[in-house]
């Protein structure tokens, strides 16, 4: 009596998956179907660059300088670090880096460049993200400028502004604005 009687037979267990099988199905499901919920990441929250400065008395007061050939020159502090950011009326520059800069066109207008090796080497500052696009955006003439910042990295259209120096140059030519250096006279 010592055997025992017999058993029923066990049922085949699926084998479970090994991690690099799971690893291929959910790339396979990613690429047909997207992400699944948990996985979308948060939408980024929209930034106003720039409207900072705008509205502050000194930014207006160095682009007043700055449209009629002047020097001001301001400090702003960030993340305690102090930053000096300066125009002699024919450029705009960031802790003694020229950001932007003129070249004249004619009589009444002229040519604003950027400088991306400066703009780039600064591009983590966020005293200097906001000056960019105030310094953009106080220009009516150039309302349709391209320069975005994504990612902690300025883009000029859709690529990256440091991937064109070495086909374009250090220089960007962002368009034409009307400078008031010239007094305008009545006709008689």
Do not use: W
Not at 98 to 121: A, C, G, K
Not at 137 to 148: W, Y
């Amino acid at each position: 009596m010592t055997s025992q009687p017999d058993k029923a037979p066990k049922k085949d267990k699926p084998k479970k998956q090994t991690p690099e099988q799971r690893q291929e199905l959910m790339r396979y499901n990613r690429m047909m179907y997207g992400p699944t919920a948990r996985e979308v990441k948060p939408v980024a929250k929209k930034v106003n660059y720039g409207s900072a400065y705008l509205s502050h008395p000194k930014f207006q007061s160095l682009m007043a300088a700055f449209r009629k050939g002047t020097a001001f020159k301001f400090e702003v502090s960030d993340k305690g670090k102090t930053y000096a950011i300066a125009t002699d009326g024919t450029d705009i520059s960031f802790n003694g880096r020229t950001i932007f800069y003129s070249r004249p066109m004619n009589r009444y207008e002229d040519h604003l460049l950027l400088d991306r090796v400066s703009l780039t080497q600064y591009q983590t500052t966020e005293a200097l993200i906001h000056l960019a696009f105030a310094v953009l955006r106080s220009f009516p003439e150039l309302a349709g400028h391209q320069l975005a910042y994504m990612q902690h990295e300025f883009y000029y259209g859709a690529e990256p502004l440091e991937a064109g120096i070495p086909t374009g140059g250090p220089n960007l030519l962002l368009g034409s604005y009307r400078h008031s250096k010239v007094q305008e006279r009545a006709r008689s």
